[in-house]
């Protein structure tokens, strides 16, 4: 099971993205929100739009929750 955040910066697309606890891309403490342990990026994606119902494009980072990256 891995750790995994949510960057609460926005990316210049528009994206919120979520990060494993071990990704090279894993913003700041104080640019990160903890969203729990989860076997699969996809229930930590999910984890985090039920977070903020309102941030429509949250997705999983590019290189460490790849299944996930949607943009």
Partial sequence: MAEYY??????????????TSTCLWLPS???????GAHIYCSTAVTAAKAKHPTWHRI???RYC?????TS
């Fill in 29 to 35: 403490a104080a640019n990160r929100e903890y969203l």
């Fill in 6 to 19: 949510l960057n609460t910066n926005r990316q210049a697309n528009g994206d919120y993205e979520v990060h």
């Fill in 65 to 69: 929750c790849a299944p996930c990256h």
């Fill in 59 to 61: 997705n999983g980072c």
